[in-house]
């Protein structure tokens, strides 16, 4: 009888510390969370900034004469 009290009581306790090591870890994940959004907030940030003040390499504002694929000239056909 005592042994079945016993356990219950050893349970419980287990049960609380379970509990405790829980919170700690959603509170730890909150707080990483949190720090998570600010870099990527500040991250955003520079990268907008980034692209609004440097154009793209490799393009052109208008595309020059002759640029167009439709306008290519057809490839020879096959040779008899």
Request: no cysteine.
């Amino acid at each position: 009888m005592v042994q079945m009290g016993r356990t219950g009581v050893d349970g419980a306790e287990y049960a609380q510390q379970a509990l405790a090591v829980a919170r700690e870890q959603l509170d730890l994940s909150k707080q990483v969370l949190a720090q998570g959004k600010q870099q990527i907030t500040s991250s955003h940030a520079a990268v907008t900034d980034t692209k609004l003040s440097t154009p793209e390499a490799g393009f052109e504002a208008e595309p020059t004469a002759g640029s167009s694929y439709a306008n290519q000239p057809e490839p020879p056909g096959p040779s008899d």
